[in-house]
T-cell receptor, first 116, second 113 residues
Framework: EPEVTQTPSHQVTQMGQEVILRCVPISNHLYFYWYRQILGQKVEFLVSFYNNEISEKSEIFDDQFSVERPDGSNFTLKIRSTKLEDSAMYFC??????????????FGPGTRLTVT | KQEVTQIPAALSVPEGENLVLNCSFTDSAIYNLQWFRQDPGKGLTSLLLIQSSQREQTSGRLNASLDKSSGRSTLYIAASQPGDSATYLCAVLAGNYGQNFVFGPGTRLSVLP
């Protein structure tokens, strides 16, 4: 069964450093998303991406964040200058618009980002 | 602004019991509602998707219902097993383009052998 994959599974970085989290969505999906979950808290929406542009973003997704689909398979989240509060599990998801199953999202296993 | 709540926050039951998890949302203008399972430190596994026009969905021992007008969904788990132990998350799809998932805080379920 097709699945969303994410790399790395765990990333440790120092405050102020740039990180890039990588995702490979399900191959025929057209909508891509990033979410994050700070330890012990709710899963929060960051951004959605369609047709090579951001279609929706939350207040969390400020200028420190960017997303890109650099080729036909990868979808990346870049954090320009990490802060301690960026430590969280980051989930990538993808969906297809299928009649009767509108925007059902499939999640990857997550990347745990630890900022020290 | 859409808010999603779930009760109870935690539940511990003996194996074999039937149980109900509750999800409430404040804005009935949703595209769909999904129930997910999350094991500790792991990703999200989709369990059931209910479109806004549907009232319930079933998969195996799981049954989810949706009442948009009252802003509520329930997840019914029949004949619970220790392997069902996990956190169950409810999420509603809203937003300007129906792509913004709003998650509840989850119900942490423990099924005791």
């Amino acid at each position: 069964e097709p699945e969303v994959t994410q790399t790395p599974s765990h990333q440790v970085t120092q405050m102020g450093q740039e990180v890039i989290l990588r995702c490979v969505p399900i191959s025929n999906h057209l909508y891509f998303y990033w979410y994050r979950q700070i330890l012990g808290q709710k899963v929060e929406f960051l951004v959605s991406f369609y047709n090579n542009e951001i279609s929706e973003k939350s207040e969390i997704f400020d200028d420190q964040f960017s997303v890109e689909r650099p080729d036909g398979s990868n979808f990346t989240l870049k954090i320009r200058s990490t802060k301690l509060e960026d430590s969280a599990m980051y989930f990538c998801a993808s969906s297809a618009h299928i009649p009767g199953r509108t925007y059902e999202q499939y999640f990857g296993p997550g990347t745990r980002l630890t900022v020290t | 602004k859409q808010e999603v709540t779930q009760i109870p926050a935690a539940l511990s039951v003996p194996e074999g019991e039937n149980l109900v998890l509750n999800c409430s949302f404040t804005d009935s203008a949703i595209y769909n509602l999904q129930w997910f399972r999350q094991d500790p430190g792991k990703g999200l596994t989709s369990l059931l998707l209910i479109q806004s026009s549907q009232r319930e969905q079933t998969s195996g021992r799981l049954n989810a219902s949706l009442d948009k007008s009252s802003g509520r969904s329930t997840l019914y788990i029949a004949a619970s097993q220790p392997g069902d132990s996990a956190t169950y998350l409810c999420a509603v799809l809203a937003g300007n383009y129906g792509q913004n998932f709003v998650f509840g805080p989850g119900t942490r379920l423990s099924v005791l052998p």
